[in-house]
């Protein structure tokens, strides 16, 4: 029966630069297993079989490739990034760039030097993972990578005899530990400008989420998507889940399939405006959202004033949506208060609401018929409005529709088909199908996309609000009411609302056979696990600029700004080095250093088991070395009579920093094996 312990065995009998080898391929290979997810399947395939290549190549002892192989695995790479991603700039195509010529590299590694260019290109490579995540688990990843090319840079400075990977590890978590303390200090106070981090294009097509547009009847089957869109943290308890709406984009310029906004400046050339009223109590909360790559700030409706959102200014549209100058790249944090009960939108007919009316010529007559019939059953006109908003949802509830996430694609007449054939569909078709219905009975109307509902984590409090809660509603136009939320998906699936039925994604086997064995670990584990990483969006993604500023008032600065980070900075390194040169003269005058080189001396033979006294002197320590070792006696011996030489000597042969670097030129002997 194989075991572990053999492949490790044959690995520690490797020749030492073949073992070195090794290790760095195996750094680099995991290096490339954490990009896997954002390179395109031909680059990772690439990456796979040239390190497995230089695998063989050394477990065999064989000459490296020639020139021929490189240039020609080189142009095939640039040919194929030019073709997946129709160019050789930009971030994609210059992170699928960067680990092609990682893995290439290894193939002329035959010095040093060839070395160091792999370890400084596998840091770069590391830095570009945060293009497309600062999740903490990528930064446990990455934490792993660093300690291996660490490991591996450290054991590259020590060329002279065998050391172990586990003492190049140490020394390298040392570093590590002694670098900390500088890296917090530049994290608190290095001052923070715009993001530097890109994020990958939006990819919701077919998988629940918000776009600007939405193609009714396309998408035979939506995949829920269990990502976290945003969290909330309310000010005292939080309102019922049923009217939890967070608005985002509204859609309201249809052309048969497609829904769009309208030109945000048209309706307000006609003298459309929000014309928001609200009454009773807002609803104060604080909002992480999640990068999505798009202007659209999220706020319950409906919020009076603007968020203040980090780096740049929300404004209000006139069809109540809040947006910001520039796409939100990062993790941002920003306060709202919002009031559940509110009115918007002109009291009284004016021009814009035309708009809110448009049906393209050609698509849905049976629908243009269901409305005929039912203006002649409730009356038209804007006194009717209410009775045939209420007629539709009526039918809605008793017309045996169904809520379903697999409604098949459907034909050129979406909203026919779905009030007279098929009958269900997701909030999507529902929402579309609605809104056409009432325009064809001239009441205005527009679909809100936004984010409705969520759930509570038990664990640290936060309202969590995923991609699967993504939803979309309805808005009327009522006569003396203004801009009126119906949301029809309600009365086709009222569970659908707010947290009776909440939809979940598919579980993999593993967690449904944990929940069928027990129901609640599952969700005990992923609150926990979402409540650490909130954290970590609290107190590291999200440290902005702001919340250094926080960090010198509470230090005693009246009125910080990035000027007083920079000369609190600076004022710490000046000190740290200070203190550091104190540390190390006290050291020295602590500490003779002839004693303190013979106790390392000392320590180096204890280690190889030689039984020493306590305050044995250079001479004994070599005549030791000589009775009871074999490899190396001659030189260590040599240089411990060299040592009593120069402190007792008249005319000494060496200096103490000569016998300092000749200390670390000798091959000290190892503790024999049991």
Not at 57 to 77: D, H, I, K, N, Q
Not at 90 to 111: C, F, P, S
Request: a positive charge; proline letters at 7%; one cysteine or more.
């Amino acid at each position: 029966m194989l075991s572990l312990a053999s492949p490790l065995a044959a690995a520690a009998r490797l020749p030492r630069e073949a073992r070195d080898t090794l290790f760095l391929l195996a750094v680099i290979g995991w290096i490339v297993l954490l990009q896997t997810g954002h390179i395109p399947l031909w680059c990772s395939l690439m990456a796979a079989g040239v390190l497995a290549w230089r695998t063989v190549l050394t477990l065999r002892g064989a000459p490296l490739p020639g020139w021929v192989w490189r240039v020609g695995l080189l142009l095939l790479a640039i040919a194929a990034t030019a073709l997946t991603h129709r160019t050789l700039v930009g971030r994609d195509a210059g992170v699928t760039l960067i680990v092609v010529l990682l893995a290439l590299k290894t193939l002329e590694l035959r010095a040093r030097r060839d070395a160091f260019v792999v370890f400084f290109l596998g840091f770069f490579t590391l830095l570009t993972h945060f293009f497309y995540s600062q999740s903490l688990l990528t930064a446990a990843g990455i934490l792993v990578a660093l300690m291996g090319l660490l490991t591996a840079l450290v054991n590259a400075h020590m060329p002279v005899g065998r050391p172990s990977l586990w003492q190049a590890a140490r020394v390298a978590g040392g570093m590590a530990l002694l670098g900390a303390p500088i890296m917090l200090a530049l994290f608190l106070l290095f001052p923070r400008m715009a993001p530097l981090w890109g994020l990958p294009s939006d990819e919701n097509s077919g998988r629940s989420g918000l776009s600007n547009e939405m193609r009714v009847g396309q998408i035979a089957q939506l995949v829920l998507d269990d990502r976290i869109a945003m969290r909330v943290r309310f000010e005292g308890p939080p309102p019922p889940a049923n009217r939890l709406y967070f608005r985002g984009p509204v859609l309201s310029d249809f052309n048969g399939v497609e829904w769009k906004p309208l030109n945000s400046d048209f309706p307000r050339s006609l003298g459309l405006s929000p014309d928001l009223r609200v009454s009773g109590e807002p609803v104060r909360y604080e909002v992480t959202l999640e990068p999505n790559d798009k202007p659209w700030v999220l706020l319950l409706d409906a919020a009076v004033a603007a968020p203040e959102v980090p780096g740049t200014q929300a404004r209000m549209t006139p069809e109540l949506q809040w947006v910001t100058r520039r796409a939100i790249g990062s993790l941002v944090r920003y306060r709202a208060e919002s009031y559940l009960d509110f009115r918007h939108g002109p009291g009284q007919p004016v021009l814009g609401l035309q708009d809110y009316l448009q049906l393209p010529g050609g698509f849905n007559p049976r629908t243009h018929e269901l409305a005929v019939t039912l203006r002649r059953e409730h009356g038209a006109g804007p006194d009717a409005a209410p009775a045939l908003v209420q007629a539709a949802l009526d039918r809605l509830r008793t017309g045996g529709y169904r809520y379903t996430l697999e409604p098949g694609v459907y034909g050129q007449h979406t909203a026919d088909e779905f009030w007279f054939d098929r009958r269900e569909g997701f909030c999507e078709h529902i929402a579309s199908a609605f809104v056409v219905l009432m325009r064809a009975m001239d009441i205005p109307a527009r679909i809100v996309t936004g984010y409705q509902g969520g759930e509570m984590n038990g664990v640290d409090g936060y309202w969590t609000v995923r991609q699967r809660d993504a939803h979309a509603w309805a808005e009327v136009w009522l006569q003396g009411q203004g801009w009126v939320r119906v949301d029809p998906t309600g009365a086709v699936a009222p569970g659908r609302i707010g947290s009776l039925q909440r939809l979940s994604a598919p579980e993999g086997a593993v967690a449904g056979a944990i929940r069928t064995l027990n129901p609640t670990l599952v969700a005990q584990l992923r609150a926990t696990w979402e409540a650490i990483n909130n954290r970590w969006n609290q107190w590291v993604l999200n440290y902005t600029q702001g919340e250094q500023l926080n960090l010198l008032r509470a230090l005693g600065f009246d009125e910080p700004d990035w000027a007083d980070l920079a000369y609190t900075l600076i004022g710490l390194v000046v000190l740290a080095s200070g203190l550091g040169a104190l540390w190390n003269l006290w050291e020295r005058q602590r500490q003779d250093p002839w004693l303190r080189l013979l106790d390392q001396a000392r320590q180096r033979l204890h280690r190889a088991g030689l039984a020493l006294p306590a305050r044995a002197t250079p001479r004994a320590l070599a005549t030791a070395v000589q009775q009871q070792c074999t490899d190396q006696a001659k030189d260590i011996a040599s240089w411990l009579l060299d040592l009593e030489a120069q402190r007792y000597a008249k005319e000494p042969s060496a200096d103490l920093r000569r016998l300092r670097a000749a200390f670390k030129q000798l091959h000290w002997p190892k503790r024999p094996s049991p």
